[in-house]
């Protein structure tokens, strides 16, 4: 299954509204995560089953959509949100994330 | 408070063989899925594989029959074997435990990291 997200690179200010998208070849019912990565970091898990919310996980940060297309969205962007985004899929094996989103300040 | 200390990496020459540990603390290995998810220099992440609490195991098309990921109860160690390495094999390989939720195994918690460069 190929997740496509969109866009691949996205410019913003602090407090604006943030919206990454990630589309799956196939309908993956809720199986998706979202992952935040900042440079020379692990990955964090952001969201899991598409729409919830990882424990100690700001609320600014959330997750939407099913079947095809999903949506990440942050409300209010913090200077700590600058890192590249990922989806990852978890409806059948091979399991396989998107190519990522960079999130860089305007 | 859950972490993972990976170690092992270094650099070989393709066709040889290396095997990953990822030492676990203050959580079961082996009552957990645990995963290997990698990433070659810039690029993104790649999912490698999987072990099921129960002993079942998953991998990714590019590893498959050459990588075999494996635990230690007595060690609460995550393995990861990898033998005929690529030069493609290069990359940052991270361990996880995963959160299961709906039999789906989200990585929740990820370790530092070990790095493998295979090069002649």
């Known amino acids: 299954i190929q997740l496509t997200q969109s866009p691949s690179f996205l410019s913003a200010s602090v407090g604006d509204r943030v919206t990454i998208t990630c589309r799956a070849s196939?309908?993956?019912?809720?199986?998706l995560a979202w992952y935040q990565q900042k440079p020379g970091k692990a990955p964090k898990l952001l969201i899991y089953?598409?729409?919830t919310l990882q424990s100690g996980v700001p609320s600014r940060f959330s997750g939407s959509g099913s079947g095809t297309q999903f949506t990440l969205t942050i409300s209010s962007l913090q200077p700590e949100d600058f890192a590249t985004y990922y989806c990852?899929?978890?409806?059948?094996?091979?399991?396989?994330f998107g190519g990522g989103t960079k999130v860089e300040i305007k | 408070e859950v972490q993972l200390v990976e170690s092992g990496g270094g650099l070989v020459q393709p066709g040889g063989s290396l095997r990953l540990s990822c030492a676990a603390s203050?959580?079961?290995?082996?009552?957990?899925?645990m995963s290997w998810v990698r990433q070659a220099p810039g690029k993104g992440l790649e999912w490698v594989s999987v072990?099921?609490?129960?002993?079942?195991?998953y991998y990714a098309d590019s590893v498959k029959g050459r990588f075999t990921i494996s635990r230690d109860k007595s060690k609460n160690t995550l393995y990861l074997q990898m033998n005929s390495l690529r030069a493609e094999d290069t990359a940052m390989y991270y361990c996880?435990?995963?959160?299961?939720?709906?039999?789906?195994?989200?990585?929740?918690?990820w370790g530092q990291g070990s790095l493998v460069t295979v090069s002649s």
């Open positions: 203050e959580f079961t290995v082996s009552s957990n899925y």
């Open positions: 990852q899929q978890l409806k059948t094996y091979p399991l396989t």
């Open positions: 089953a598409a729409s």
């Open positions: 072990i099921y609490s129960g002993g079942s195991t």
């Open positions: 196939q309908g993956i019912s809720s199986y």
């Open positions: 996880a435990r995963d959160l299961v939720y709906d039999s789906r195994g989200y990585h929740d918690y």
